[in-house]
T-cell receptor, first 115, second 111 residues
Framework: DTGVSQDPRHKITKRGQNVTFRCDPI?????LYWYRQTLGQGPEFLTY????????KSRLLSDRFSAERPKGSFSTLEIQRTEQGDSAMYLC?????????????FGPGTRLTVL | QKEVEQNSGPLSVPEGAIASLNCTYS??????FFWYRQYSGKSPELIMF????GDKEDGRFTAQLNKASQYVSLLIRDSQPSDSATYLC???????????FGTGTRLQVFP
């Protein structure tokens, strides 16, 4: 399978705990994006990388959230001191910047439940 | 005003009919427009994108873009029950690579 992969697929944690998610993009893609989706809403942008550089962060991304892409390949998203409002599907997408399409392909997502 | 607006639906069409899904956007700096399909509990799947005014066809799907009126639509011909899903419209602004999504339109195709 050469698509975007995410791990874990599901995570249940208690409020106040830290969690970390991993995303592996499509191998030749140099851009990687994180989105968050709650029930009945479209995905909301969180942050994105071109290679290892983090180019943009949403104002939604509080200082409890941090993302890295250390070698320009996989990325991690960490949430510290989780809150119940962090419960959502966390989606990773990747794209190859070529032309004006910027087609983003999503992974299966990590569903986070904070108790 | 939301940046990307879609009617939440559900839009119900009989099998074999044409389903028409609409999306309006507020920022005239929008550059590219995307349609994603999302089945319940799954992640969004890219159907097609468009960036020039007019129509773009791919199999049973046609995307239509009218930048002057700031709307983009998706037509699904010969709708099948397997097309029943939520369809998300997304917009890419000129000065960024992030996508801004609407809330999606739920489509139901009944036999």
């Amino acid at each position: 399978d050469t698509g975007v992969s995410q791990d874990p697929r599901h995570k249940i944690t208690k409020r106040g705990q830290n969690v970390t998610f991993r995303c592996d993009p499509i191998s030749e893609h140099n851009r990687l994006y994180w989105y968050r989706q709650t029930l009945g809403q479209g995905p909301e942008f969180l942050t994105y990388f071109q290679n290892e550089a983090q180019l943009e962060k949403s104002r939604l991304l509080s200082d409890r959230f941090s993302a890295e892409r250390p070698k320009g390949s996989f990325s991690t998203l960490e949430i510290q001191r989780t809150e119940q409002g962090d419960s959502a599907m966390y989606l990773c997408a990747s794209s190859l910047v070529a032309g004006s399409g910027n087609e983003q392909f999503f992974g299966p997502g990590t569903r986070l439940t904070v108790l | 005003q939301k940046e990307v607006e879609q009617n939440s639906g559900p839009l119900s069409v009989p099998e074999g009919a044409i389903a028409s899904l609409n999306c309006t956007y507020s920022d005239r700096g929008s550059q590219s427009f995307f349609w994603y399909r999302q089945y319940s509990g799954k992640s969004p799947e890219l159907i097609m994108f468009i960036y020039s005014n007019g129509d773009k066809e791919d199999g049973r799907f046609t995307a239509q873009l009218n930048k002057a009126s700031q709307y983009v639509s998706l037509l699904i011909r010969d709708s099948q029950p397997s097309d029943s899903a939520t369809y998300l419209c997304a917009v890419n602004l000129y000065n960024t690579d992030k996508l801004i999504f609407g809330t999606g339109t739920r489509l139901q195709v009944f036999p």
